[in-house]
């Protein structure tokens, strides 16, 4: 395995300028990327920048994007930005495309369509350019050959944001890329919801800055009621908005939130919480919950259960890969005090479990996800009991 390597800081500024070269000197992308918030704000952001520049833009989506940030594929639909969401879309504008674009995405496992990408549009040698912050674990390059633009950032979406303005600076003629509303929204989004609303950013100054940043331009566009047609999107005029309607939670979401809550168990700093199948039935039967609902609770419980417990929070739960094939997922965030880096449990997960049954994760500092095959319950719970002891111990 090739891990990925951050990109120094010496040479960041002449990394960001072949970036901007990159997207100036092709005329038609394909976009792909692990499916949450951060990687289609990447996207997306991007995307709406190159289209507004004359060039061909599709996005490998196969959707939906369940949770309070479904509005981004709304500003995608709006926008009629293509998406290509099974391999005959792939198939079909294959021809259209001379360049990839893999955004927030540790390795090729975790893009949808992969085998897809890869037959039609790999195989012809097309260019790739990958964004990403992902480090450790079993991160690497989607493309060994592709031009990497990796750093130690708090979401990929601020990678993005350095990207869009490096393109405007080597181009006099090009538009100011953080006068459109949507390129606004869409960075914002994946920059806060990725960082907890800050809470779990691991460069709080890089956050701050873009926070502003962003934010104040969109501010300004709302105070001068410039909004133009994005009539889809949430009437966001801050960051603030974006993050109050991220964590906001209806009653049948605070319901399940409040039950689930009582069903942690923590020790030692460290608590866990399942998720399972019986689990989820219960308490969706019992208030009725829609999947973009399950989401946000699981997204709330996920941040709730370290800050409970005070120092690690894990979470397990039965879902499908971005493959589309069962496994179990194992959560782990850090509480906002702690300073342990989550990435280090690695070892510890893969030796609670038997060769071969760990298929992979990563994260960062702060969050870390992995993916394990789909075994009998009752061996995938002795398992995480082992796991759990171990990290009782180590923390």
Same mark, same amino acid.
């Given at each position: 395995m090739i891990s990925k390597l951050a990109v120094s800081s010496e040479?960041?500024?002449?990394?960001?300028?072949?970036?901007?070269?990159?997207?100036?000197?092709?005329?038609?992308?394909?976009?792909?990327?692990?499916?949450?918030?951060?990687?289609?704000?990447?996207?997306?952001?991007?995307?709406?920048?190159?289209?507004?520049?004359?060039?061909?833009?599709?996005?490998?989506?196969?959707?939906?994007?369940?949770?309070?940030?479904?509005?981004?594929?709304?500003?995608?639909?709006?926008?009629?930005?293509?998406?290509l969401g099974t391999a005959e879309r792939i198939r079909e504008y294959s021809e259209k495309v001379d360049a990839l674009v893999v955004c927030d995405t540790a390795n090729r496992k975790l893009v949808p369509l992969y085998k897809e990408l890869k037959q039609h549009i790999l195989a012809k040698e097309t260019p790739v350019l990958e964004i990403d912050h992902h480090f450790g674990t079993d991160?690497?390059?989607?493309?060994p050959d592709g031009l990497h633009l990796f750093r130690e950032a708090n979401s990929t979406t601020e990678i993005a944001a350095e990207v869009l303005e490096a393109y405007a600076k080597a181009d006099s003629e090009a538009p100011d890329p953080f006068k459109r509303r949507n390129i606004l929204v869409s960075l914002l989004t994946g920059l806060i919801a990725d960082t907890g609303g800050g809470n779990v950013? #691991? =460069?709080?100054?890089?956050? +701050?800055?873009? &926070?502003?940043?962003? @934010?104040?331009?969109?501010?300004?566009?709302?105070? %001068?009621?410039?909004?133009?047609?994005?009539?889809?999107?949430?009437?966001?005029s801050s960051p603030e908005d974006i993050k109050e309607f991220l964590v906001k939670l209806s009653d049948s979401e605070r319901q399940g939130v409040e039950r689930l809550q009582e069903e942690i168990v923590h020790e030692n700093g460290v608590g866990v919480l399942n998720l399972l199948d019986a689990t989820r039935s219960r308490v969706e039967a019992s208030l009725q919950l829609s999947a973009a609902a399950w989401a946000q609770i699981l997204e709330t419980m996920a941040n709730a259960i370290p800050e409970v417990a005070g120092r690690v929070g894990m979470v397990y739960f039965h879902d499908k890969t971005a493959e589309g094939e069962d496994c179990y997922f194992i959560k782990l965030r850090?509480?906002?005090?702690?300073?342990?880096?989550?990435?280090?449990?690695?070892?510890? #997960? =893969?030796?609670?479990?038997? +060769?071969?049954? &760990?298929?992979?994760? @990563?994260?960062?500092?702060?969050?870390?996800?992995? %993916?394990?095959?789909?075994i009998p319950e009752d061996q995938f719970l002795k398992s995480v009991e082992k796991l759990t002891k171990t990290l009782r111990e180590s923390f």
């Amino acid at each position: 395995m090739i891990s990925k390597l951050a990109v120094s800081s010496e040479a960041w500024g002449p990394a960001l300028s072949q970036s901007a070269s990159f997207l100036r000197g092709h005329s038609g992308f394909v976009f792909c990327g692990y499916p949450d918030a951060d990687a289609l704000g990447s996207m997306l952001s991007l995307a709406l920048y190159l289209k507004e520049l004359g060039k061909r833009v599709y996005i490998v989506w196969p959707g939906p994007l369940i949770g309070k940030t479904d509005f981004l594929e709304d500003i995608l639909r709006h926008n009629r930005v293509p998406l290509l969401g099974t391999a005959e879309r792939i198939r079909e504008y294959s021809e259209k495309v001379d360049a990839l674009v893999v955004c927030d995405t540790a390795n090729r496992k975790l893009v949808p369509l992969y085998k897809e990408l890869k037959q039609h549009i790999l195989a012809k040698e097309t260019p790739v350019l990958e964004i990403d912050h992902h480090f450790g674990t079993d991160s690497e390059p989607v493309h060994p050959d592709g031009l990497h633009l990796f750093r130690e950032a708090n979401s990929t979406t601020e990678i993005a944001a350095e990207v869009l303005e490096a393109y405007a600076k080597a181009d006099s003629e090009a538009p100011d890329p953080f006068k459109r509303r949507n390129i606004l929204v869409s960075l914002l989004t994946g920059l806060i919801a990725d960082t907890g609303g800050g809470n779990v950013s #691991i =460069r709080p100054e890089d956050y +701050d800055f873009w &926070v502003k940043r962003l @934010g104040d331009r969109l501010t300004e566009k709302t105070r %001068r009621g410039r909004v133009d047609t994005d009539q889809d999107v949430p009437h966001f005029s801050s960051p603030e908005d974006i993050k109050e309607f991220l964590v906001k939670l209806s009653d049948s979401e605070r319901q399940g939130v409040e039950r689930l809550q009582e069903e942690i168990v923590h020790e030692n700093g460290v608590g866990v919480l399942n998720l399972l199948d019986a689990t989820r039935s219960r308490v969706e039967a019992s208030l009725q919950l829609s999947a973009a609902a399950w989401a946000q609770i699981l997204e709330t419980m996920a941040n709730a259960i370290p800050e409970v417990a005070g120092r690690v929070g894990m979470v397990y739960f039965h879902d499908k890969t971005a493959e589309g094939e069962d496994c179990y997922f194992i959560k782990l965030r850090r509480a906002q005090e702690s300073a342990i880096d989550l990435r280090e449990t690695e070892s510890d #997960i =893969r030796s609670a479990f038997e +060769d071969g049954a &760990v298929l992979g994760g @990563g994260g960062h500092p702060n969050a870390v996800s992995y %993916r394990v095959r789909l075994i009998p319950e009752d061996q995938f719970l002795k398992s995480v009991e082992k796991l759990t002891k171990t990290l009782r111990e180590s923390f």
